[in-house]
């Protein structure tokens, strides 16, 4: 999973030496399926949270092209996840929230979310180096679920886990690794969390630690 967001016509900000944080509402002028009509994803996932576009195939996604309110200036935002579904219309009214932060020899971590007409969350993917780091939406929990897989190699050792959330004065829900399921009225998606659990030697820039969750309306 996958999500980007750049001003059209600007070039990107240099991640490599700062956190990329946007915050703006605007309204919706024109939407799509795929892959952004303007560029958006980096090859590499450079400054965009999740994959990179190499990895992106053009048929689980969407996009919208928005008019910041403040100084007029137009916006591409990609949404790419499994199942991933349109609910936001041309002149929709929306507030987004952005951020990337390029881990270097560390967990990238960033998020998207975007709240529309009014109505609360429509769309949500975030990254981190585990479930504390995963940005989720207001009012739920999140934990660490069962371990699923565990692997050994000549640097060190890494487990794979479920994820467990929901609202918090709730029974939280288990979401199986790479599940999609509804909790809440929203379709949630548990992108992928491994987490290193020991390392070896003369491996000293190894390290085993990201987490991926996709909510949609």
Known sequence: MAACLQQIGQDPPDEFFEEINYAFSGVVLRVGTGLPEEPCYSDFGD??????????????????????????????????????????????????DYNFGFGGFGPNHGHLSINSDGKGLSALISEGADETQLTIPEGWSIERGDTIC?????????????????QSDETLTDLAYGATTLINGLSVTHGGFEHDTGQGRGCADWFVAHAQLAVLR
């Not at 048929?59 to 996840?81: H, M, T, Y």
């Open 47 to 96: 400054g965009n949270v999740g994959s990179g576009a190499q990895e992106l195939t053009s048929g689980q996604g969407f996009w919208l092209r928005v008019r910041n309110d403040d100084d007029a200036s137009e916006w591409i935002v990609g949404i790419w996840a499994p199942d991933a579904t349109l609910s936001i219309q041309d002149g929709a009214t929306l507030t987004l």
């Open 150 to 166: 565990s692997f050994t190699d000549s640097c060190g050792s890494w487990k794979g886990y479920n994820l467990a959330l929901g």
